[in-house]
């Protein structure tokens, strides 16, 4: 079974207890409301489908269905959790060898999918995400955010980060191209 880091579900949450409107309730199942109705403690662990229903019930009704708001909040979560109890494992001006240890840090959040991270040029590297899940874009745009934010705090200057077609030869569900100064 996937799951899922309190970390990254418990903003999800609060977000979704505090809405009184009961806007949110129709993303959730039981099991859903069961894992909600706890504290989130965030060095536990929870489903998967429960954080990617959260996650799917702010992206409709908070962003609107809007990923570059997604890749945004992907940015703040980054900065934010990096910056915080994470900021040991980020060396300045080492930004190739982060994304080169991505993986690892993302496994701190969520215990499935990889990733295969390829140098093109010198600060340019197309990064490939395999077995999070194909069809659930959000994830994957708050993970460019994350990246992003994550990248300048290691010293990358004038990122830009360009997603990539899908390639029919490829098995990869999703890639982007990293460039920085």
């Known amino acids: 079974m996937k799951r899922a880091k309190g970390t990254v579900l418990v903003d999800f949450v609060k ?5 009184k409107s009961g806007a949110f309730a129709r993303y959730l199942k039981e099991e859903d409301k069961q894992v909600l109705s706890q504290k989130i403690m965030p060095s536990g ?14 992206f409709e009704i908070m962003a ?13 979560y980054g900065s934010s959790i990096m910056g915080g109890i994470y900021k040991s494992l980020l060396k300045p001006g080492e930004p190739l060898e982060y994304l080169k240890k991505y993986q690892t840090y993302v496994k701190n959040f969520l ?9 093109e040029a010198p600060n340019q590297v197309v990064l490939k995400l395999f077995d ?13 955010g994350w990246l992003e934010s994550t990248l300048e705090m290691v010293g990358a200057k ?18 982007i191209r990293i460039r920085w100064d």
């Open 15 to 19: 977000t979704i207890k505090a809405d």
């Open 45 to 58: 662990w929870y489903p998967y489908e429960t954080f990617k229903r959260c996650f799917t019930a702010a």
């Open 111 to 119: 215990d499935f999918g990889r990733m295969e991270v390829k140098e």
């Open 64 to 76: 609107k269905r809007d990923l570059e708001m997604v890749k945004q909040w992907g940015r703040m």
């Open 158 to 175: 004038n990122i830009k980060v360009e997603v990539l077609p899908k390639n029919p030869q490829d098995k990869a569900e999703a890639a």
């Open 132 to 144: 999070f899940d194909p069809d659930f874009q959000p994830l994957h745009y708050i993970m460019y």
